[in-house]
């Protein structure tokens, strides 16, 4: 079983060593490589190939690479925002600026979210090397382009907020509200750690979005249908989109949104001005990272936007008339 396979396909980079004695040992044999290909691999593709070689089972390597880095990114991103609610400088910015949230909030939401990361995103965390190696995703070094990876993670932000938008917006009727996206709106004025606090079935349909994509983006660029030339994926370009995606889900939940917050320069950036509002005034604002769908689907939330919404129908009615 490929599971217990205990041989790296990285593992031809270092032909003749022996078992390695820690990971620095494999590090530094990379460095020292006759082969001056594999000698100027830049430091984080060494740091990368030496931890699939170190390991010597790709399974366990991207397990645990995808487990650790979901935990580091998404604990750590939340740090900053909790000393920022301590600090009553950065108040003026806090969108709900009254309901800065306790202590005793931030942690019981820290174990929830910690226990659904053990219990619900662990198990397919672990699967995902079989689907990678499945569909050639490639975990060799060196890394493809920037611009390859730009162009991939681009498509992803795309994807993933057309995806999120239907289906946070079908939680947002009856039943599905009531049974899953409930524990969701528990904080009606969000911080960093609500990001992921959520019902295990909200956890997969909208991780769904995340993964998904580059699932079905690999399978195309495996099968290359219409003679298409689809540039291969690469698991660090994966890693580095899971990272960036996790960056937005915790910032758009932060509840500040300052006068150099991304949605100043992007003005299609949705960030924590426009899922604050969700939270606040319960309907609309349903997408995760772009304005657009909302703004084209009539769905934005407040009260300027309801009175848009209301003048545009009145309009329109009266055309019709
Ligand atoms: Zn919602
Ligand atoms: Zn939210």
Redesign the pocket.
């Known amino acids: 079983m490929e599971f217990f396979n205990t041989t790296s396909s990285l593992s031809h980079l270092l032909p003749q060593q022996q078992h390695p004695s820690s990971y620095f040992d494999v590090l530094r044999q990379l460095g020292e490589s006759p082969d001056s290909q594999i000698a100027n691999l830049s430091l984080i593709e060494r740091l990368w190939a030496s931890w699939y070689i170190f390991m010597n089972n790709d399974i366990l390597a991207t397990g645990l690479l995808f487990f650790i880095t979901h935990e580091v990114v998404y604990f750590g991103r939340c740090i900053p925002w909790m000393i920022i609610d301590q600090m009553p400088f950065f108040n003026r910015w806090k969108i709900q600026a009254s309901k800065i949230p306790s202590n005793k909030e931030q942690w019981e939401c820290m174990k929830e979210v910690l226990k659904s990361h053990l219990l619900v995103e662990a198990l397919p965390i672990w699967l995902f090397h079989p689907i990678c190696a499945n569909l050639n995703i490639s975990v060799e070094v060196p890394f493809p382009s920037y611009s390859t990876m730009a162009f991939q993670i681009a498509i992803f932000f795309v994807l993933e907020d057309f995806w999120h938008y239907s289906f946070h917006r079908l939680f947002h009727v009856g039943w599905f509200y009531r049974n899953i996206h409930k524990q ?1 709106h528990k904080y009606a004025a ?1 911080f960093g750690l ?2 992921e606090y959520a019902h295990p079935v909200e956890v997969m349909a909208l991780g769904t979005g995340t993964v998904g994509f580059p699932i079905l983006y690999a399978y195309l660029s495996k099968t290359q249908p219409y003679g298409l030339n689809i540039p291969e994926l690469h698991l660090y370009t994966l890693t580095f989109w899971i990272t960036l995606r996790l960056f937005q889900a915790v910032d ?2 932060s509840g500040y949104d300052f006068p150099w917050s991304l949605n100043k320069f992007i003005p299609f950036w949705a960030g924590a001005a426009h ?1 604050d509002d ?2 606040h005034f319960f309907i609309g604002n349903y997408a995760s990272s772009f304005t657009w769908f909302d703004f084209f689907m009539s769905t934005e939330s407040g009260q300027i936007a309801k009175a848009k919404r209301e003048k545009k129908m009145r309009e329109h009615a009266e055309k019709v008339l």
């Open positions: 969701h969000p609500t990001a758009s939940h899922h969700h939270h």
